[in-house]
Structure formats: structure tokens, C-alpha cells
């Protein structure tokens, strides 16, 4: 499970410091401290894992339960008798479990996580060193748990193993402290820290899980190096071809400078897709954009820039190109030029010295290692273990901090950028409504497009934005041409199009910036009967036809007045309709009199019974209210 692999796409790269020796491998440790039972207590040394969430800069107290079956915690613990907590006597649960070839450390995290576990510690099964628990090799089963294991992991010595479950089988209780806070030097108020990263984006789980924590922490990175409590610096691995095989065909394609600086193919198939010397050469256009950036005072705005490429130049889409990654730089107002410069010509058999100090900085000094596996964290001149995440991570730079001088951001989260104020973030925006594609959030700016008064927006959010829906003529109309002239409006935005913009009837043009009204009469499209007078309007136009004749616009066409077309129907439906009236006037009639025939009979007899003006009305209101 050492993780000394590096990415051989083929035998011919090679990293720089690999010429002689093995790559240098740091195993990053912690303490763990035995409280009881007695005869056990003291400091011991485990080594963390590359996954999980370590403590960074804390403690954790447990009791440890070792089960009394699946004791490699291959399998789930569900039903399980073997797995008591009753053992841990309230105090969190370390679970111990063996190592064994049968499964991976994570798999053995993930059980002991799903069965309630605080942490996890792994008894090696051999007398040696301390190594580091690595995640599976890619491709490997298991990656859709991988992130979601968030307990700490440790491996111990076969030693102490052993008398930890001596002192089990007894029974005791063995109670003991996992503690973070020595695992990073923190010697003052500044925290150095390198990302060893690539812009490579087609190389599977390592690869999305970089951009991912990428885009998750940069709104963090920028705020702790904007009040100077960070200084961050990304880097990028190199190989070299050696001097034998530089004009080999895998060179040639993998490396630029004369096989000076060279990278693996990202689908190591050299006949299709992207070559390794694509991938160096934008690895070293992100260099120099940090190198700039930082020249101007400003090296933040590496994470705006990395997260922004990512997102608008994928391979996939055929994007990963030097147009595309200049048009990212160019939106985050950062001099294109001075990048071409220091970018050099990648063809020439010269030195580039912005690669040349990354394959020198490789070379791991003091307490740190070679850098060899991608993603790669340092911490204070540490290597990070663990999962590469934002709330892990900031634990690790929170725990570099000499203690008292961390900042607020290291004790609660939730602090604002106001990084849309300029230049709109290099973000989409409509300049007539100030509608924008910018959003402050914790994470940084994004460029995203917008929901606005219930109108959502589609598009990039760096170039294009497009209101969609019932709604959007009613906002800014849908982003369409509108005008008013001679008291009429027109609008290019459909209501109930869900987008896009169309000129109305009788106009031309884009719908979005411009709908020019169509002259009818010049271009010959109506009103071209013999005679006919045909006046242009805005938006329409008027139609005279010659002589007696009537102008039916529907068809384009002039009748005559006294159409004697359509009399047959005409005519009879006229009678018809005669007949028809002259009868129900003559029925209301007869109803008519009748009814005031009825009304004074009736009137007449009951006038006999009582008085028929509006003081006997109010009586009988009266007596109805009484009831
Ligand atoms: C991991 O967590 C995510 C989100 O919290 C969840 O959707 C997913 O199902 C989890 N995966 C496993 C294997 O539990
Ligand atoms: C970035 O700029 C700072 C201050 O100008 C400087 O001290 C530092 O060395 C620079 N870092 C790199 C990697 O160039
Ligand atoms: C948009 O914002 C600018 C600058 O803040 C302002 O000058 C302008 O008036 C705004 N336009 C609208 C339509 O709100
Ligand atoms: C939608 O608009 C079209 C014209 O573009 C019209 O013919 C249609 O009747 C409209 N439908 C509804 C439901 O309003």
C-alpha cells in the first residue's frame, strides 16, 4: 500500500529526482497516548492515513473495542453480535481492527464509520516501520465511498496491537487519546502551503476530486491570502526525457523543450486526444499566471483563474487549448502578454526557468518528501494526509497557525468576497439591466448564470445568459428588442416561448438588438394589385385599392362592394335570420302582454286583501325580522 507509484505512462519519462535512488517517502505521523490500563500507559507513534478526516490541531478520546469477529472489518457489521459498544462504556468507540490483504484500508474505515465508530486504528500484522494507509489504485472498487468516510484513521505497530488486546481479552478497559496537535509545525502567524497539482482534467477520480476541491476551497484560500495570513504557492510536476530517447516518438509528443519538461499522455494514446506536451505547456501557462499574478500583488487570482479554466476549457469538449486559456486570462484582466513571455517558446532547445525551479522544488527537503503522487498538499513544509477536502484541509492550515493567531475564519466560517465589484468578476452581464452572472458566495465568485424575479437565466455565465420561461418578457422583455414609435410598441419576446428572441410580423432582424420594419410596399410583399395605393407604415402598412373596390387585408386581395359572390347562402341565411328575428320579437310581444295582463289581475285581487304601498312592505320586512 506504499505510495510510491508514479504515473509511468510508459517507461521513457522520468521524475527528476528518480535518477538515482528511490523517491524519498515521508510517512506522517501522529501520537497516540494510553491513559489505562496502567501498565500500558504512555505516548506511542501511528501514522495517519491518506483518507478520512484527521484532526488536524485536535484531540480525540475513545475507548477501543476490538470485535470479536470480521476482525479485518471486511465485511459490514450490521447484525452483529461480535460488535458491542456496551464495551466502550459510553466514551466514543476506536474501533481496532487487523490488516489483512483481503480488503482496502478504506474499506476496513467505511465498516468501522457505518458501525458507529469515532476512528478507526489499524494493527499492521508485521513487525516494521509504520507505513501510510493509502486510498485504492484508480479504477478500483470502492471509490463511491471514499469521500464519505469522515472518521480518523491510524495505523499502530504490530506491538502495541498486541498488548492492546491482551489487555482486552482480560478484560480492561483500554481508554486512549488520538492527538493531531504535534502533526504540523506551527511556528508563527503566517502558514506556508503548496498544492502540487496539474491542469490535466481527463485522468478519472484523482483528477475530479482536484478540481472539485479546487472550485470548494478557493473562496477560502483567497480570503486567508488576501489578509496575508497564508502564503500559498501551486506547483506542477515534471518529468524529463532522458538524453537517449529525445527524439523518440513518446518524447516528441510528450515533452516540449528539446525533452526537457515533459508529461504523461492523459489517455496514454498517443494517436488520439490530447498529448502529454499539451498538458505541460498549460501546466506551465498556470505557473506563469500565478507568476504574474503574484508580480502584480495579486496571487489569489490563480484559484479564479485554474477553477475558470477548468470549467470553460475541458478536454472533453475539445477546449483544452491556448486560445481558450487565453480568453480566461484575459477576463480576469491579467496581461496576456507578459504569460506569453514567460511561457517562452515551448519548441526551442532552450531552459525554462519557471520549470526548471518547479522540477527542483520536487525534490523534497527537511521533513518533507519527493513530491510523487498528484494531488499533492503541504502544509508548513508537511505533507497533508487525508481526505482532500475543504473543511479537512482548512483544518490542517488552521492547525499551522501558532496558537491564538489563527484567524476568524479558522473558528467559524462564513465570510464574503466582494470580488464582483470588479470588473463583474470576468463574469456574464447584461449592461442595460446591471443583471449579472457574478455571485459573492463563501466559496469565492462564481460565474453562474441567475434566477431573477422567478426568471431563470441559461448560458455559460461567463459569455452567455439567456432568460427562459413564461415569465421573462416581463424582465428587462426577455432580453429582446422593444420599441415604441406613432403610438404603437413592438416586442421581439414571445410570452410563451420559453426563450430566444423573433422580430414581430412586419419587421426584420436579430430580435435582440435590432427589428427594422419591413417596407411592404417597396419590397412588393402586399398590396400589389393593379391600382392599388400601397402607403408604408411602422411596423405595417395601408392598402387603397382602385376604383369601388374593398381591400381584404387577410388575403391580400380587393373585391368588389356589392360582392355578388356568396349571394345563394347570403341571401337565404339574410331571410332566415329575418324570420328568425321577426318571430322572437313577436313571442316577447305576446309574453309582454300577458304578463302585464296577469300582474294588474293579480294586483287587483289581492289589493281586496291588503294595502299595496311601501308602508305595507316595510311591515312585512319588519315581521320577518321578528321571527
Ligand atoms: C456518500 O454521500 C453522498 C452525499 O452525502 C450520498 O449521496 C451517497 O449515497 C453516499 N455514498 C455512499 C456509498 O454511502
Ligand atoms: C510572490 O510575491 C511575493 C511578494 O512580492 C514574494 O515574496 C514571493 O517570493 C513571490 N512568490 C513566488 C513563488 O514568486
Ligand atoms: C448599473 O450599474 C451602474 C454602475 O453601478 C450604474 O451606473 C447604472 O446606472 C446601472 N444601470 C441600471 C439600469 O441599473
Ligand atoms: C403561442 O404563440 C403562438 C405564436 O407564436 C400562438 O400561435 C399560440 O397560439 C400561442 N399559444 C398559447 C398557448 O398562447
Not at 394 to 417: M, N, S
Not at 582 to 607: C, N, Q
Request: proline share 4%; glycine share 8%.
Amino acid at each position: 500500500m506504499r505510495e510510491g507509484k508514479l504515473w509511468f505512462t510508459n517507461c521513457v519519462l522520468i521524475l527528476l529526482m528518480c535518477e538515482s535512488t528511490l523517491a524519498r517517502f515521508v510517512v506522517e505521523k501522529n501520537s497516540l497516548r494510553v491513559t489505562s490500563p496502567q501498565n500500558l500507559k504512555d505516548t506511542y507513534e501511528c501514522a495517519i492515513g491518506n483518507f478520512g478526516v484527521p484532526q488536524y490541531g485536535g484531540t480525540l478520546a475513545g475507548a477501543v473495542v476490538y470485535p470479536k469477529s470480521n476482525q479485518k472489518a471486511c465485511n459490514s457489521f450490521t447484525d452483529d453480535v461480535s460488535f458491542n459498544f456496551k464495551s466502550g462504556a459510553g466514551l466514543p468507540v476506536f474501533l481496532l481492527v487487523d490488516r489483512g490483504a483481503d480488503c482496502y484500508f478504506t474499506l476496513k474505515a467505511w465498516n468501522a464509520q457505518k458501525a458507529g465508530a469515532a476512528a478507526i486504528l489499524v494493527a499492521d500484522d508485521r513487525p516494521e516501520p509504520l507505513i501510510t494507509m493509502d486510498t485504492p489504485e484508480e479504477g478500483n472498487a470502492g471509490s463511491n465511498y471514499l469521500q464519505n468516510i469522515s472518521i480518523p484513521s491510524a495505523l499502530i505497530s504490530q506491538s502495541l496491537a498486541e498488548a492492546i488486546k491482551k489487555a482486552l481479552r482480560k478484560p480492561e478497559m483500554v481508554k486512549v487519546n488520538l492527538d493531531w496537535r504535534e502533526a504540523l509545525p506551527h511556528p508563527d502567524d503566517r502558514v506556508e502551503y503548496e498544492f502540487w497539482t496539474n491542469s490535466n482534467d481527463e485522468c478519472g477520480r484523482k483528477c475530479d476530486s482536484q478540481k472539485q476541491f479546487v472550485k470548494d476551497f478557493k473562496g477560502v484560500a483567497q480570503i486567508l491570502e488576501k489578509k496575508g495570513y497564508t502564503q500559498f504557492t501551486p506547483h506542477y510536476i515534471t518529468w524529463y526525457c532522458p538524453e537517449a530517447f529525445i527524439l523518440s516518438k513518446q518524447c516528441k509528443s510528450q515533452c516540449i523543450n528539446h525533452g526537457r519538461y515533459c508529461a504523461p499522455d492523459p489517455e496514454e494514446d498517443f494517436s488520439r486526444g490530447y498529448d502529454g506536451k499539451d498538458v505541460v505547456v498549460q501546466n506551465l501557462r498556470q505557473a506563469c499566471f500565478y507568476k504574474v499574478a503574484n508580480e502584480s500583488g495579486k496571487p489569489w487570482l490563480w484559484w479564479d483563474y485554474v477553477t475558470d479554466f477548468a470549467i470553460r476549457c475541458p478536454m472533453k469538449e475539445e477546449r483544452y487549448t491556448k486560445k481558450c486559456a487565453e480568453d480566461v486570462i484575459a477576463s480576469l484582466d491579467v496581461d496576456v502578454k507578459k504569460i506569453r513571455e514567460c511561457v517562452g517558446d515551448t519548441e526551442a532547445d532552450v531552459e525554462n526557468p519557471v520549470l526548471k525551479a518547479e522540477q527542483e522544488a520536487q525534490i523534497g527537503k527537511g521533513n518533507r518528501g519527493d513530491v510523487t503522487i498528484l494531488p499533492t498538499l503541504i502544509v508548513n513544509g508537511r505533507q497533508f494526509r487525508g481526505k482532500l477536502d475543504k473543511g479537512t484541509v482548512l483544518k490542517a492550515i488552521c492547525a499551522g497557525f501558532e496558537e491564538t493567531t489563527e484567524p476568524v475564519i479558522c473558528l467559524r466560517d462564513g465570510i464574503e468576497t466582494n470580488e464582483c465589484m470588479e470588473n463583474n468578476g470576468g463574469c456574464w452581464i447584461d449592461k442595460s439591466s446591471n443583471i449579472t452572472a457574478c455571485r459573492d458566495t463563501f466559496r469565492g465568485r462564481v460565474c453562474q448564470c441567475p434566477i431573477v424575479q422567478g426568471v431563470k437565466f441559461f448560458g455559460d455565465g461567463y459569455t452567455k445568459c439567456e432568460a427562459s420561461g413564461a415569465l421573462r418578457c416581463g424582465l428587462n422583455n426577455g432580453g429582446c428588442w422593444k420599441d415604441s414609435q406613432q403610438g404603437s410598441t413592438y416586442s421581439a419576446c414571445i410570452d410563451n416561448h420559453t426563450k430566444g428572441c423573433e422580430c414581430p410580423p412586419g419587421f426584420k432582424g436579430d430580435g435582440v438588438k435590432i427589428c427594422e420594419d419591413i417596407d411592404e410596399c417597396e419590397e412588393k410583399t402586399a398590396c400589389q394589385c393593379p391600382d392599388c395605393k400601397c402607403k408604408n407604415t411602422w411596423g405595417s402598412y395601408e392598402c387603397q385599392c382602385g376604383g369601388d373596390l374593398l381591400y381584404i387585408r387577410e388575403h391580400d386581395i380587393c373585391i368588389s362592394k356589392d360582392a355578388t359572390s356568396g349571394v345563394g347562402w347570403g341571401f337565404l341565411s339574410f331571410i332566415i335570420l329575418g324570420m328568425a328575428v321577426v318571430g322572437t320579437v313577436g313571442y316577447a310581444f305576446y309574453k309582454y302582454r300577458i304578463r302585464t295582463y296577469m300582474d294588474s289581475e293579480i294586483r287587483a285581487i289581492m289589493a281586496q286583501y291588503m294595502p299595496l304601498d311601501n308602508q305595507a312592505e316595510l311591515a312585512v320586512h319588519g315581521s320577518h325580522g321578528n321571527v
